[in-house]
């Protein structure tokens, strides 16, 4: 699997987004910094957590017009697999690429700690290494992960299967005392139609490794590579 990575400034996951995917497929992605307007012939391009342009108008808004996003739009247009990790997914919802929007958290406090998360659709290419029902332990960083959208959109993402991750208990009841930001839902990540648009609150890459405290994110790399050929 060919991966590259886009680099943001105030990007400060990149580095663990790469070693993920280096551990998974045994090749470096290519680091793209946001000012280019190509990108190399990859499987999977992710956006890294971060504050991108610091945050300094809205999560993710300002990024979503740096040069190298037209790309990422017409990559994905194409089929190409898109992971947005945290302030990634505040990228691809400015971007259009994914419905909705990322706002304050719902006690307008930055959020860091582990949470449960259920796999609610394990037939994606970022799922494929997951089984549905399955409960996983991931952490999460944020100020801004309270996702919204209109009723018709949440109905939309509910009946087709797009809504690929809850906010959940350790034994996988989604209710609202599991939900850390105010999510709809308990949304933590969605998919586009396609289903090759993955969004994703918290952050797989950072408990990928037995020496972070867990490996609950591996899964998800592993499978993306096994689906798109570690080749």
């Avoid at 034994?171 to 969004?199: F, H, K, Y």
């Avoid at 037995?210 to 993306?224: K, V």
Wanted: charged share 25%; hydrophobic share 40%.
């Amino acid at each position: 699997m060919r991966a590259a990575v886009i680099v943001f400034p105030g990007s400060n996951c990149d580095r663990d987004m790469r070693v993920a995917l280096r551990n998974a497929t045994g090749r470096d992605p290519r680091m793209v910094w946001h000012r280019e307007t190509e990108l190399p012939d990859v499987d999977l391009i992710a956006l890294p957590g971060g504050f991108s342009y610091g945050d300094y108008l809205r999560c993710g808004a300002m990024a979503s017009h740096s040069p190298i996003l037209r790309e990422v739009k017409r990559a994905a247009e194409r089929g190409v697999n898109v992971l947005g990790v945290c302030n990634g997914f505040q990228v691809l919802t400015e971007a259009g690429l994914l419905p909705g929007v990322l706002m304050r958290n719902r006690d307008l406090r930055f959020v860091c700690r582990d949470v449960w998360l259920l796999v609610e659709n394990a037939e994606t290419p970022f799922t494929e290494g997951y089984e549905a029902g399955e409960v996983i332990r991931i952490p999460i960083a944020h100020h801004d992960g309270n996702y919204h959208a209109d009723e018709l959109t949440l109905r939309r993402l509910e009946d087709r299967g797009r809504i690929v991750f809850r906010y959940c208990s350790e034994m996988g009841t989604a209710d609202r005392a599991d939900n850390p930001n105010g999510s709809c839902l308990n949304i933590a990540g969605i998919v586009n139609e396609r289903g090759n648009v993955l969004g994703l609150m918290p952050h797989p890459e950072r408990l990928a490794d037995p020496l972070l405290g867990g490996a609950d994110g591996t899964p998800m790399f592993a499978g993306l590579a096994r689906v798109l050929g570690a080749s």
